[in-house]
């Protein structure tokens, strides 16, 4: 299930620059994760394979669990929607918080 955290600006704030979330996903990433520019938006690959903190209590088959980690950041000239599709506790975690960041610093405002 996909999971959106959207930021609108409206004037006078304006969102980031693709060059502005290049510098910010290099720096709040650094080390953990490289993100890489694809058609539309950024995609941020991280380490490890997706794990749910309650999967072996909850009795989720590994199998289910996808193969790899990312969140997506897409940007329009009203909007950054921080993207998670299929994640984890760790992934929905490092999304919220990226999410959290820019709305502070460009003075966005946080959709429900």
């Keep these: 299930m996909a999971l959106d955290r ?9 969102p980031p620059t693709r060059m502005e979330l290049t510098t910010l996903l ?20 991280l380490p490890g394979r997706p794990c749910y903190a309650l999967g072996r209590l909850a ?8 193969e790899q980690r990312w969140i997506e950041v897409w940007k329009d ?3 950054v929607d921080v993207i998670t ?4 506790d760790i992934t929905n975690a490092l999304a919220e918080g990226l999410a959290e960041i820019i709305a502070r610093f460009w003075q966005g405002a946080r959709e429900d």
């Design 59 to 66: 009795k989720i088959p590994f199998s289910e669990l996808p």
């Design 85 to 88: 599709r299929t994640a984890d």
């Design 77 to 79: 000239r009203t909007s």
């Design 6 to 14: 959207i930021i609108r600006f409206d004037k006078p704030f304006k």
């Design 26 to 45: 290099a720096d709040y990433f650094q080390g953990i994760g490289g993100a890489s520019w694809d058609k539309d938006r950024f995609f941020v690959t």
